[in-house]
């Protein structure tokens, strides 16, 4: 199969989209496929990594290894791919009723990591079709970065559903070794494994129906009573089963549902979510489906309620920074931002939003600032072209020309375009001082783009 990608970005309220078509698809197969689509937002890969940090520990894997992909799907499923991926589609986040569920699944998925069960199935599979699906799954790494903020989204076509159910989908004895890694993990961490064994009894039943009703999970992970009786067993042994999870864990679970419905799904959100309603999810949900809808009157004071009751709330002041960019507000915006950035330093999301509405003022005085939180975030996810891009742009008006053509060959490399960025390193080489981290960097770009190039 002929690979070949093409980008284009596509911004629409407040969420931006990257489409990665691959191969010759025929029109009787392309109306087979379905859109991946990756939603980026700070708040929501935090609490994941909070839910998942002590299992990586467990498992003995970097975090920093892993790349944590949000999957916007309403089915009910999370697999792993291309070795250190996790998928989550938020079906399963907003279907997971407490963070023992989805600590549980994350659990289950980490053992098929550390059992490295996905090379396995992929080196029983042959043929072009399994390679262009491995590579779409891949690209997520360059593609899921192009977002500004907020529930930014990217979205990957290739291969057909039947093809990647295929490469995704583990045996029977992967997934027994997978639970019972998971139940190690979760051993180890403290957590109680009841969640996983409620989600499992949850998928049971649709062991019996027909596949095109059964759920994505069960149709990727061969779901058997041996496996639940299983768990079962674990759960009656562990002498943490009863011990509940931190507080702190319902509240960011609570909150991360509220905040997806009031991006996905703005009328339901206010439907499921009364006025009347004090909590703080309700009321987060209701100001993101208010300013979803246009309405900044009703939702500004909400988001101002919210911070007020916890300015120490990164993701609060995110959020007035977003309704504000993206209404024009540029200026305004860059409080709220700043602040956020104060409160999660090591967030390469919320220093990246803050860096566009720097650029977004046009005042060339505050370039510097938005160059070194760019830096920053570029250290914690050096493939984000959406990072490289705003860099350049940045360079660029400060007439930097060496390290904007670095900054250029950094985002192709990103993006996967080789050519473009061996030809904009080579440029860069020739403009920086020899010896220079970014001369050095180029370098290493230009041999790695020539080695892969045809």
Sequence with gaps: MDLRKVFRSVVAGGMAAVFLVMGAIAPAEAQQQRQLQFIRDAEIEHTIRVYAQPLFEAAAIDPDSVEIAIVKDQTLNAFVAGGMNLFLHTGLLLEAEDPGELIGVIAHEIGHIAGGHLVRSREAMEGASAQAI????????????????????????????????????????QESAADQAGL?????AGFSARGLEKFLEKL??????????????????????????????????????EKP?????????????????????????????????????????????????????????????????????????????QVLLENGRVRESLAPYRRSVELLPESALLRSALAHALIETNDDSLLEEAVRNLNEAA????????????????????????????????????????????????????????????????????????????
């Design 204 to 241: 049971a039943s649709q062991e019996l129906l027909p596949a095109g009703q059964q759920s994505e999970f069960v149709q990727t992970h061969p779901l058997t009573r041996t496996r639940i009786d299983a768990v079962k067993a674990a759960v009656a042994r562990s002498r943490v089963s």
């Design 134 to 173: 491995l590579a779409m799954l891949l690209g997520v790494g360059a593609a899921l970065a192009s977002g500004e903020s907020g529930a930014g989204a990217a979205v990957m076509t290739g291969g057909t559903e039947m093809a990647r159910r295929s490469l995704l989908a583990f045996s029977r004895s």
């Design 379 to 454: 250290i914690k996810e050096r493939r984000s072209p959406f990072t490289w891009r705003m860099l350049a742009t940045a360079y660029g008006r400060r007439g930097n020309e060496g390290m904007l053509a670095y900054a250029m060959a950094e985002e192709a490399i990103a993006r996967g375009d080789r050519p473009k960025a061996r030809f904009h390193a080579e440029r860069a080489e020739k403009l920086l001082p020899a010896g220079s981290p970014g001369w050095i960097r180029a370098q290493d770009i230009r041999t790695a783009a020539a080695k892969t190039e045809p």
């Design 184 to 188: 190690s993990y979760l051993e180890q």
């Design 245 to 321: 999870y931190p507080r702190q864990f319902q509240d960011m679970h609570e909150r991360m549902r509220a905040k997806l419905v009031g991006f996905i799904n703005p009328v339901l959100a206010l439907q499921r979510y009364s006025a009347d309603d004090p909590g703080i999810p309700a009321r987060y949900a209701r100001a993101i489906a208010l300013y979803q809808r246009g309405d900044l009157k009703t939702a500004l004071p909400i988001i101002d309620g919210l911070i007020k009751e916890e300015p120490q709330n990164p993701f609060f002041q995110e959020l007035k920074g």
